[in-house]
C-alpha cells in the first residue's frame, strides 16, 4: 500500500504567491488533517476532516484553506504566502473519526518542505 | 498548562545498548500516549501507544511505561540499532493530540 502520498517534496514560493499541497491516502481512511513542523515546536494542526464534505479548523489554520471533496483527498491550499508559513507540512490519516485513538493511529505521509522568500 | 515535553533534546548511545527516552506531560486527562519516531527527510511513524489506565505495554523490541503519579511516559528500545537513529516525540491525547518537540536518539556503532 502507498498510504499517505504528498506532493511535492519541495517547493520554493515567493511572497504573495499561491499554491496547493497535494494530499492523498488509499487506506479508506475518514480523518484527514494537516500539521506544520517547526524547529523546536511540535506539531501543530492547521485544519482537519473527519470525512466528504466537513472540514474544521485546527491550532494554527490562518492563512489556508483546505475542502474535502473525496474520502482519498485532501488538499491544502496556501492563498497569499508568507515567509513564516517556510516549514515542513505533513498530512496525515486515521481510520478513527477523531484525530487518533488507541490501535488506530495517525499515519503521515513524508511532508512537503516548503521556503517562503 | 497543556505540554508535552522531552527532559533531553539529545541521546547518544552504544550499539546494542538500551536506550531510555523520557516524556513529561503535564494534564491527567489525558487517555492515552504515544510514540513516534521521524528519521531524517520522513515523515513520523508511529511506534506504539499505551492507554491511560495501563502502566506498561510491549512491542517488539520497544517498551513504553506510564507512570501517572508524576505524569511522566517513557519509550525504552532494547538493542539499539543504527537503524534506531531518529527523533523520537510522544504525543498525549486530549481530545486532540499534543506533540511534544522530539529527542534526537544517536546510535555509535
Same mark, same amino acid.
Given at each position: 500500500n502507498a498510504g499517505v502520498t504528498q506532493t511535492p517534496k519541495f517547493q520554493v514560493l515567493k511572497t504573495g504567491q499561491s499554491m496547493t499541497l497535494q494530499c492523498a491516502q488509499d487506506?479508506?481512511?475518514e480523518y484527514m488533517s494537516w500539521y506544520r513542523q517547526d524547529p523546536g515546536m511540535g506539531l501543530r494542526l492547521i485544519h482537519y476532516s473527519v470525512g466528504a464534505g466537513i472540514t474544521d479548523q485546527g491550532e494554527v489554520p490562518n492563512g489556508y484553506n483546505v475542502s474535502r471533496s473525496t474520502t482519498e483527498d485532501f488538499p491544502l491550499r496556501l492563498l497569499s504566502a508568507a515567509p513564516s508559513q517556510t516549514s515542513v507540512y505533513f498530512c496525515a490519516s486515521s481510520?478513527?473519526?477523531?484525530a487518533s485513538s488507541y490501535n488506530s493511529p495517525l499515519h503521515f505521509g513524508n511532508g512537503t518542505r516548503l521556503t517562503v522568500t | 498548562g497543556e505540554s508535552v515535553g522531552l527532559h533531553l533534546p539529545t541521546l547518544s548511545v552504544q550499539e546494542g545498548d538500551n536506550s531510555i527516552i523520557n516524556c513529561a506531560y503535564s494534564? +491527567?486527562? +489525558?487517555?492515552y500516549f504515544i510514540w513516534y519516531k521521524q528519521e531524517s527527510g520522513k515523515g513520523p511513524q508511529f511506534i506504539i501507544d499505551i492507554r491511560s489506565n495501563m502502566d506498561k505495554r510491549q512491542g517488539q523490541r520497544v517498551t513504553v511505561l506510564l507512570n501517572k503519579t508524576v505524569k511522566h511516559l517513557s519509550l525504552q528500545i532494547a538493542?539499539?540499532?543504527?537503524?534506531?537513529s531518529a527523533v523520537y516525540f510522544c504525543a498525549e491525547n486530549q481530545g486532540k493530540l499534543i506533540f511534544g518537540q522530539g529527542t534526537e536518539l544517536s546510535v555509535k556503532p
Open positions: 487506506m479508506n481512511h481510520y478513527s473519526r477523531t | 494534564n +491527567s486527562a +489525558s487517555d538493542a539499539t540499532q543504527p537503524g534506531d
